[in-house]
């Protein structure tokens, strides 16, 4: 008999401990042995007739059968069920982005209205001026896309947002603007901060409304969005009018 060199490695100290196999192949194992046992029998001539199969065997037999066919379609109902789920978020998403796009709000929270739309000084003043103090936020009346943004000429620095209809709005006048060109924003969002830089007589938002590219009166347009730009603005048209007649 060989002896074990010192420095071959020590393999076989102790006992092997024999793995358990996993219940996948012991079902298998299981399987297997049960069909060979079948295979012997018919072989032998035996065959079991079915009135002799023990009554608890069938039994277990039939209740692992429902006991499966209950799981598949628990399974089958949770898919739908994740399905569903799924798709009734998405609905509610929609739904969402939806109401928000819809959404006019007022530019500032708090403003003197100056002057309106209409000729002025024998020239179009192509929109309604909202004094504030310099420096307070001024924000989007609508969802849209921000297709300038930056010094603009007259208007000085400027943001204009084009909505989804294509209706066009410029806030003009800014101390600075804190968009981007190309920048998708939200009713509510912050475009910028109250100036008076460009053709400016002081501190205030210049507020230009477009539709199919030519000026429009801010204050019916957002009227009939829901949106007035206060009573004050009743009071002057009522005092123009009145100096009218």
Same mark, same amino acid.
């Given at each position: 008999? =060989?002896?074990?060199?010192?420095?071959?490695?020590?393999?076989?100290?102790?006992? =092997?401990?024999?793995?358990?196999?996993? =219940?996948?192949?012991?079902?298998?194992?299981?399987?297997?042995?049960?069909?060979?046992?079948?295979?012997?029998?018919?072989?032998? $001539?035996?065959?079991?007739? %079915?009135?002799?199969?023990?009554?608890?065997?069938?039994?277990? *037999?039939?209740?692992? %059968?429902?006991?499966?066919?209950?799981?598949?379609? =628990?399974?089958?109902?949770?898919?739908?069920?994740?399905?569903? !789920?799924?798709?009734?978020?998405?609905?509610?998403?929609?739904?969402?982005?939806?109401?928000?796009?819809?959404? /006019?709000? *007022?530019?500032?929270? !708090?403003?003197?209205?100056?002057?309106?739309? +209409?000729?002025? /000084?024998?020239? *179009? %003043?192509?929109?309604?001026?909202?004094?504030?103090?310099?420096?307070?936020?001024?924000?989007?009346?609508?969802?849209?896309?921000?297709?300038?943004?930056?010094?603009? +000429? $007259?208007?000085?620095?400027?943001?204009?947002?084009?909505?989804?209809?294509?209706?066009?709005?410029?806030?003009?006048?800014?101390?600075?603007?804190? &968009?981007?060109?190309?920048?998708?924003?939200?009713?509510?969002? &912050? *475009?910028?901060? &109250?100036?008076?830089?460009?053709?400016?007589? +002081?501190?205030?938002?210049?507020?230009?409304? %477009?539709? !199919? +590219?030519?000026?429009?009166?801010?204050?019916?347009?957002?009227?009939?969005?829901?949106?007035?730009?206060?009573?004050?603005?009743?009071?002057?048209?009522?005092?123009?009018?009145?100096?009218?007649?």
């Amino acid at each position: 008999m =060989r002896q074990r060199l010192s420095s071959e490695p020590d393999r076989y100290r102790g006992r =092997r401990r024999v793995p358990t196999p996993p =219940r996948s192949r012991y079902a298998v194992v299981t399987t297997a042995a049960f069909i060979g046992a079948g295979v012997v029998a018919i072989g032998a $001539g035996n065959l079991p007739d %079915h009135k002799d199969i023990n009554p608890e065997v069938l039994h277990g *037999l039939e209740t692992a %059968h429902v006991a499966g066919d209950a799981l598949a379609a =628990r399974d089958d109902n949770n898919k739908a069920s994740r399905g569903e !789920d799924r798709g009734s978020v998405s609905k509610t998403k929609v739904s969402a982005d939806q109401a928000a796009a819809d959404v /006019w709000l *007022l530019p500032l929270e !708090d403003f003197t209205y100056t002057s309106p739309f +209409g000729v002025r /000084w024998g020239k *179009l %003043h192509a929109g309604i001026d909202l004094a504030a103090p310099e420096g307070m936020p001024y924000k989007a009346v609508h969802a849209g896309k921000v297709i300038q943004a930056g010094y603009y +000429g $007259g208007y000085g620095y400027a943001v204009t947002v084009q909505n989804a209809d294509g209706t066009e709005v410029i806030y003009a006048h800014s101390r600075r603007v804190l &968009v981007k060109a190309g920048q998708e924003v939200k009713a509510g969002q &912050v *475009l910028g901060e &109250v100036g008076s830089t460009g053709n400016s007589y +002081g501190t205030h938002l210049h507020l230009e409304v %477009h539709v !199919d +590219g030519q000026p429009t009166d801010p204050i019916p347009f957002l009227r009939d969005r829901g949106v007035d730009i206060k009573l004050q603005v009743e009071s002057v048209y009522a005092g123009m009018a009145a100096a009218a007649s």
